[in-house]
């Protein structure tokens, strides 16, 4: 069981919105720690999609977006591509674990 | 460009041990925490280890503490994760990466990687 939860699977059509949530709990996202967001397509190493709850790294299309209230945080993918098939992963800090947690991760298919 | 490139991976017996290597370049090493991310085969993400940037602070996830061992040599501008009695479900790809701010894990991410080296344990 994953510290932060998430959802199995997503799917959407090419074109369409879809939403990742991540909940956490107080010692994690609740207590204010940054919650950040990784994609890893198939056969490769995961990459920071997310930082900082809503920031994007340049090379990171406005398509992917996130936010953070309470105990959870969300990505979301507009204008869904075919390459954006792959695992999406949050990541926080527990207080209580004094380390970094991740969630079990969503898969992405695009339909 | 910022790279990392682990080593060390390979197939060892159950109570056995292993030192993995992450050799890093492109970037001021010691300005940065670094870290051990681990995959299972088909699993998700699990975080391993932290270390700080001169060494003096290490944590752990708590189904390797008292076995695995992260260290660093700012010298060299590597990271290491000695792995001692090694059970069947640290069978995993693991990952070396870099914290991106000098700032502590809490409010920092993961910004670089490496590709990762395959541990398998087994008999």
């Known amino acids: 069981q994953s510290v932060l939860t998430q959802p199995p699977s997503v799917s959407g059509a090419p074109g369409q919105r879809v939403t990742i949530s991540c909940t956490g709990t107080?010692?994690?996202?609740?207590?204010?720690?940054?919650v950040h967001w990784y994609q890893q397509l198939p056969g490769t190493a995961p990459k920071v999609l997310v930082y900082g709850n809503s920031r994007r790294p340049s090379d990171v299309p406005d398509r992917f977006s996130g936010s953070k209230s309470g105990t959870s945080a969300s990505l979301a993918i507009t204008g869904l591509q075919a390459e954006d098939e792959g695992h999406y992963y949050c990541?926080?800090?527990?207080?209580?674990?004094?380390?970094?947690?991740f969630g079990g991760g969503t898969q992405l298919t695009v339909l | 460009e910022v790279q990392l490139v682990e080593s060390g991976g390979g197939l060892v017996p159950p109570g056995g041990s292993l030192r993995l290597s992450c050799a890093a370049s492109g970037f001021i090493f010691s300005g940065h925490w670094m870290t051990w991310v681990r995959q299972a085969p088909g699993k998700g993400l699990e975080w391993v280890a932290n270390i700080k940037q001169d060494g003096s602070e290490q944590y752990y996830v708590d189904s390797v503490k008292g076995r695995f061992t992260i260290s660093r040599d700012n010298v060299n501008n590597s990271v290491y994760l000695q792995m001692n009695s090694l059970r069947v479900d640290d069978t995993a790809t693991y990952y070396c990466a870099r914290y991106r701010r000098i700032m502590p894990p809490g409010y920092n991410w993961l910004d670089s990687w490496g590709q990762g080296t395959l541990v398998t344990v087994s008999s």
């Open positions: 107080n010692s994690n996202i609740g207590a204010g720690y940054d």
């Open positions: 990541q926080s800090y527990d207080s209580s674990l004094s380390g970094s947690v």
